[in-house]
């Protein structure tokens, strides 16, 4: 018997990711951050990306960047990654 799916509440399962995101909306923008969400859910590397409490989601980038490395090899309780605007201060 194939085991159904249930779908996560993310502001419960990842309040503090919940709250980062809600910042970086204040910096970049919704349409912006939407856009980088909606990438890295869709598996297109270094868009976005956010580990907390045992749960996962978005995609890294293809080589771990050496902040993503650490967060995972530590057992970081919250990292988040986001793709900045190419407008803004200290984007690559």
């Not at 919940?18 to 204040?26: G, H």
């Not at 951050?33 to 869709?42: A, D, H, S």
């Amino acid at each position: 018997m194939e085991k159904k799916q249930t779908a996560v509440n993310f502001k419960l399962a990842m309040p503090k990711t919940a709250e980062w995101v809600t910042r970086q909306r204040k910096a970049f923008g919704d349409k912006w951050v939407t856009e980088q969400i909606k990438l890295g859910m869709g598996g297109e590397p270094g868009h976005f990306y956010a580990i907390e409490g045992g749960h996962v989601v978005g995609t890294p980038v293809s080589v771990l960047d050496e902040w993503q490395r650490f967060a995972v090899v530590t057992g970081c309780p919250f990292a988040g990654f986001m793709a900045a605007p190419p407008e803004a201060p200290h984007a690559h």
